[in-house]
Nanobody
Framework: VQLQASGGGLVQAGGSLRLSCVGS????????MAWYRQVLGKQRELVAR???????TYAESVKGRFTISRDNTKNTVYLQMSSLKPEDTAVYYC???????????WGQGTLVTVSS
């Protein structure tokens, strides 16, 4: 499984961005998909997750502002980010998991910078 993330960039506080992550390879084995983010010097944290049943979970810090979705026909998971804050600045990583094997796959990361 290969994951290619895109959509990061520079945005002013209060603005919006949409991240995309396209999967390729043995994508039919994927169950959950998620977005994580990491600030330099800090641990990577879960931002949002979507299951193969479209059940979503969010970090408290992004609830009501971010929306995760997936389009299985395009092998893509999205993260719509609105009302962005400077503290959302981070490298965002796409993640895919296979429950039966415990395998976890990561995309290359895309930088989101929110200016105040």
């Amino acid at each position: 499984v290969q994951l290619q993330a895109s959509g990061g960039g520079l945005v002013q506080a209060g603005g919006s961005l949409r991240l995309s992550c396209v999967g390729s390879g043995s994508i039919w084995i994927i169950d959950d998909m998620a977005w994580y983010r990491q600030v330099l010097g800090k641990q990577r944290e879960l931002v949002a997750r979507i299951s193969d049943w479209d059940i979503t979970t969010y970090a408290e810090s992004v609830k009501g502002r971010f929306t995760i979705s997936r389009d299985n026909t395009k092998n893509t998971v999205y993260l719509q980010m609105s009302s962005l804050k400077p503290e959302d600045t981070a490298v965002y990583y796409c993640n895919a998991n296979v429950r039966i094997t415990g395998a976890s796959y990561w995309g290359q990361g895309t930088l989101v910078t929110v200016s105040s």
